[in-house]
């Protein structure tokens, strides 16, 4: 089973440079150039699309953020039959079924950042106030680290969880990145468990190594008709399901039970994708889970239902997230230690991942995964686990 109607695949993927600071490019080229780049690796020319996606913001022009008219006029005055902003797999989700129902033909999910940091040190001080909006969570001074943070501890109290078994993902994470030359941390060698947590500490539990990257750089992927793509440049990879489940406010609230026994949105959105694709969790051959710090790993990996809640540490340490394992998750190294290149934008490098493994042959061969044929792929965030996209992805 898949979407309805043409089917949709992914038949073009792109990445720029990943670097900890470009100089001299603007998130703009970055953007522009990986959509060329996806292009190209599909055999399609920027004539051929007519939707575009993007969690970024929509235009650099001042007061602009209107992303229809910007898009359309940055490929060529093109007209544009779909424009979606969302993040990641949950956005990929909905591209595939604008052009599953016929909406749109060819379309591009594009994202890209250069010069402009997640890290608050990064970021410019307004001079006077008001400093943050009223609805920002910065306002009583929360910090991403601070809220995975608090999280992770709720997490650990509730299950007997060590921060030592948090350490494998990062572990975990940087040996993959050590099989990948794109990677931004690969060349830096393996992580042991003590140089996770002899790391600083950043916000308690979480040390320096349990954090992800915070780097420059642009990817795109492009989407086409089933029939389309058969006919095309590269393999194509089938989106089989999808879905987004949104059910908290941004890092404003915590729900109770914070961590449910029943699932979060995450699960909600999961189950749905694996409904519309037909296929289990036991079928999965390779992930790629939004991995911002080490804990968000492990409840990915609950929440998409591969072990039960509270389980996940021990399914990590029992080493079945790592190549050769019954689960291999970012085989790439993951926003830990290959790239993360914006906010909410990196979740499609992931997908970019999971791609390169189902097509065969386009990764190093000591990281491809033996004969992958399904993969899943998932975006998370606001208050964390609030909300989330998911994608199933497969090839004939």
């Not at 992770?152 to 299950?159: G, L, Q």
């Not at 006919?231 to 989106?239: A, E, F, N």
């Not at 694709?277 to 991995?291: C, P």
């Not at 080493?319 to 914006?342: D, E, F, K, Y």
């Amino acid at each position: 089973m898949a979407f309805p109607g043409r089917g949709a695949a992914i038949v073009g993927v792109y990445l720029t440079e990943q670097a900890k600071k470009i100089e001299g490019r603007t998130s703009t080229e970055l953007q522009i150039e990986a959509v060329k780049g996806a292009l190209a690796d599909a055999g399609l020319s920027v004539k051929d699309v007519d939707g575009i996606a993007t969690m970024d913001k929509a235009s650099p022009v001042s007061g602009s953020y209107h992303p229809h008219h910007y898009w359309a006029e940055q490929l060529g005055q093109l007209p544009m039959s779909l424009i979606e902003t969302g993040q990641g797999a949950g956005a990929m989700a909905k591209m595939a079924a604008a052009v599953s129902a016929g909406l749109a033909d060819t379309v591009v999910y594009v994202s890209g950042k250069a010069g402009e940091g997640i890290n608050p040190a990064r970021k410019a001080v307004p001079k006077k106030a008001p400093r943050v909006g009223e609805w920002q969570y910065s306002i009583t001074g929360g910090t991403h680290p601070a809220w995975y943070a608090a999280w992770a501890r709720r997490y650990m109290h509730d299950f007997g969880v060590t921060s030592a078994q948090l350490a494998e993902v990062a572990v975990a994470a940087r040996h993959h990145a050590t099989l990948n030359p794109e990677s931004l941390m690969g060349s830096k060698g393996e992580l042991t468990i003590d140089d996770v947590l002899n790391s600083r500490m950043i916000a308690d539990p979480l040390h320096l190594l349990d954090c992800c990257l915070d780097n420059d750089g642009g990817y795109a992927l492009v989407i086409t008709s089933l029939d389309r793509a058969r006919d095309l440049k590269q393999k194509p990879v089938q989106i089989l399901g999808g879905a987004e489940w949104y059910g908290m406010d941004y890092y404003l609230n915590i729900p109770h039970p914070w961590i449910n026994p029943e699932g979060s949105a995450v699960s909600k959105a999961a189950d749905r994708a694996f409904g519309i694709a037909g296929v289990s969790r036991d079928d999965i051959d390779v992930a790629g889970l939004y991995d911002c710090f080490t804990i968000t790993t492990i409840r990915d990996i609950e929440e998409l239902g591969f072990c039960k809640v509270g389980e996940g540490a021990d399914f990590a340490q029992d080493g079945n997230i790592r190549l050769g394992g019954r689960l291999p998750v970012n085989t790439h190294g993951g926003l830990l230690s290959c790239s993360h290149n914006g906010m909410g934008g990196p979740a499609g490098l992931h997908t970019i991942e999971v791609v390169r493994q189902l097509r065969g042959g386009n990764v190093e061969p000591e990281r491809q995964v033996d004969g992958a044929r399904l993969g899943v792929t998932l975006s998370q965030g606001m208050s964390v686990h609030g909300g989330g996209g998911v994608l199933v992805l497969g090839v004939d």
